[in-house]
T-cell receptor, first 116, second 113 residues
Framework: DTGVSQDPRHKITKRGQNVTFRCDPI?????LYWYRQTLGQGPEFLTY????????KSRLLSDRFSAERPKGSFSTLEIQRTEQGDSAMYLC??????????????FGPGTRLTVL | SQQGEEDPQALSIQEGENATMNCSYK?????LQWYRQNSGRGLVHLIL?????REKHSGRLRVTLDTSKKSSSLLITASRAADTASYFC?????????????FGSGTRLLVRP
């Protein structure tokens, strides 16, 4: 499977714990995005990487959230001291520079986080 | 906050009927995209329409864009049970070096066999 993969698919944690999610983009894609989706809503942009550089962060990304893409390939999203409001689906997407106007993004299946 | 608003929020039709979903947005856009999301699966890109285009077709899909009204519509013709999913419009806003997708809240489509 050469699509975007995310791990784990589901995570249940207790409030106050730290969690880390991983995203593996399509291999030749140099752009990587993180989104968050709550029930009944569309995805909301969190942050974006071009290669290993984090170029934009949403105001939704509080200090408890940190994302990395150390070698410009896979990315991790860590949430520290989780709160119940962090419960959501976390989606990763990737795209390729130069594929043209509009930047079609390819999404992974998501990681569903439940904070008890 | 989200830019787009889909209408209706939910739609139930019989297999074979056409389904029309509308999307309104607030700011100027580079282009607009429609995505589908099935239960338990990720978002799948359906079609992209540029800001200087008015209509686009892809198989059973027809998308229109009216930039003066800041609205778009997605028509699925001859619907099938497999079309049951949530459909999202996403406007594309230019960031410094890439593009950001701003999604609406979606239309949940149920196609009854």
């Amino acid at each position: 499977d050469t699509g975007v993969s995310q791990d784990p698919r589901h995570k249940i944690t207790k409030r106050g714990q730290n969690v880390t999610f991983r995203c593996d983009p399509i291999s030749e894609h140099n752009r990587l995005y993180w989104y968050r989706q709550t029930l009944g809503q569309g995805p909301e942009f969190l942050t974006y990487f071009q290669n290993e550089a984090q170029l934009e962060k949403s105001r939704l990304l509080s200090d408890r959230f940190s994302a990395e893409r150390p070698k410009g390939s896979f990315s991790t999203l860590e949430i520290q001291r989780t709160e119940q409001g962090d419960s959501a689906m976390y989606l990763c997407a990737s795209s390729l520079i130069g594929q043209g106007f509009g930047d079609e993004q390819f999404f992974g299946p998501g990681t569903r986080l439940t904070v008890l | 906050s989200q830019q787009g608003e889909e209408d209706p929020q939910a739609l139930s039709i019989q297999e074979g009927e056409n389904a029309t979903m509308n999307c309104s947005y607030k700011t100027s856009i580079n282009n607009l995209q429609w995505y589908r999301q099935n239960s338990g699966r990720g978002l799948v890109h359906l079609i992209l329409i540029r800001s200087n285009e008015r209509e686009k077709h892809s198989g059973r899909l027809r998308v229109t864009l009216d930039t003066s009204k800041k609205s778009s519509s997605l028509l699925i013709t001859a619907s099938r049970a497999a079309d049951t999913a949530s459909y999202f419009c996403a406007t594309v806003l230019r960031m410094d070096s890439s593009y950001k997708l701003i999604f609406g809240s979606g239309t949940r489509l149920l196609v009854r066999p």
